[in-house]
């Protein structure tokens, strides 16, 4: 149930009680597009498949983890990391573009994997994360697993607070236990934090559960063919054209 208690009459989150920003990551605070690409089409070309496009061969890559993880959520599939499922579907991205991960060095694919871990920050995302710490608890709230934001957090200097993973919760957004999880865990109510995202559907299932939402524009995400998440759906708590901005929007 939504907890509005730090609410103004007009329904507008009150800010004053804001401890905790939550952050959406891939997508949102790194360009994971951009970096899967990159590192896939040097793989590509080592292994003889100039052919295949290295962004649709991300974008293919990426598409599988919404059924992936809903496997888990449903109880389908015991929890796995997404390290694990990101190499699961690698492989089946790779049978995808025809080539045969059984014929491919095991070495490169693994490598190629850990991709994940590497991905660079949006332009704004450093200098909007240090002004918003300096008021807030900054912490992500991502389906990666915690080494995973580890190791992207210490390559690119994302400045934490902490780093809570998926595998902290034992489930994959946006199920509900996810978003409840993370403020327990950071001891504050739900209305003492809000998320930060550039997803419609992340943002809607936060609000399901209490939490504040601030809507980041990404529209270059999924590369320069980008339909979705353009813009706002709802009247969400806040919108901001990047993390900078969004440090100067919060009250």
Same mark, same amino acid.
């Given at each position: 149930?939504?907890?509005?208690?730090?609410?103004n009459?007009?329904?507008?989150?009150?800010?004053t009680?804001t401890?905790?920003l939550?952050?959406d990551?891939?997508?949102?605070?790194?360009?994971w597009?951009?970096g899967?690409?990159?590192e896939?089409?040097?793989?590509?070309?080592?292994?003889?498949?100039?052919?295949?496009?290295?962004?649709?061969?991300?974008?293919?890559w990426?598409?599988?983890?919404?059924a992936?993880?809903?496997?888990v959520?449903t /109880?389908?599939?015991?929890?796995?990391? #997404? *390290?694990?499922i990101? +190499?699961?579907? $690698?492989d089946?991205?790779? @049978?995808?573009?025809?080539?045969?991960?059984?014929?491919?060095p095991?070495?490169?694919?693994?490598?190629?994997?850990?991709?994940?871990?590497?991905?660079?920050?949006?332009?704004?995302?450093?200098?909007g994360?240090?002004?918003?710490?300096?008021?807030?608890?900054?912490?992500?709230?991502? /389906?990666?697993n915690?080494?995973?934001l #580890? *190791?992207?957090?210490? +390559?690119?200097? $994302?400045?934490?607070?902490? @780093?809570?993973?998926?595998?902290?919760?034992?489930?994959y957004?946006?199920?509900?236990?996810?978003?409840?999880?993370?403020v327990?865990i950071?001891?504050?109510r739900?209305?003492?934090a809000?998320?930060?995202?550039?997803?419609?559907?992340?943002?809607?299932?936060?609000?399901k559960c209490?939490?504040?939402?601030?809507f980041?524009?990404?529209?270059?995400?999924?590369?320069?063919a980008?339909?979705?998440?353009?813009?706002?759906?709802?009247?969400?708590?806040?919108?901001?054209?990047?993390?900078?901005h969004?440090?100067?929007v919060?009250?």
């Amino acid at each position: 149930m939504r907890q509005d208690s730090h609410r103004n009459p007009t329904g507008k989150l009150n800010m004053t009680a804001t401890r905790v920003l939550f952050f959406d990551v891939l997508g949102t605070v790194v360009d994971w597009r951009s970096g899967i690409a990159r590192e896939a089409g040097a793989f590509l070309a080592r292994v003889g498949a100039e052919q295949v496009d290295p962004g649709e061969f991300a974008d293919a890559w990426a598409s599988r983890y919404d059924a992936s993880t809903e496997a888990v959520r449903t /109880g389908h599939r015991p929890f796995v990391s #997404l *390290d694990v499922i990101n +190499r699961e579907n $690698l492989d089946a991205t790779l @049978v995808q573009f025809g080539l045969a991960p059984s014929e491919l060095p095991t070495a490169e694919l693994e490598e190629l994997n850990l991709a994940w871990h590497r991905l660079e920050p949006w332009p704004d995302s450093l200098k909007g994360l240090a002004r918003l710490k300096e008021r807030f608890i900054i912490v992500p709230l991502s /389906g990666a697993n915690t080494r995973l934001l #580890l *190791d992207m957090a210490k +390559r690119a200097g $994302l400045p934490w607070d902490t @780093v809570l993973g998926s595998d902290v919760f034992g489930t994959y957004k946006p199920a509900p236990q996810a978003y409840l999880r993370a403020v327990e865990i950071l001891v504050v109510r739900p209305s003492e934090a809000v998320l930060v995202a550039a997803h419609n559907d992340d943002l809607a299932a936060a609000r399901k559960c209490g939490i504040g939402t601030a809507f980041v524009a990404r529209p270059k995400e999924h590369g320069p063919a980008q339909t979705t998440d353009l813009s706002p759906l709802e009247s969400w708590d806040f919108v901001a054209d990047d993390l900078v901005h969004l440090a100067q929007v919060l009250p």
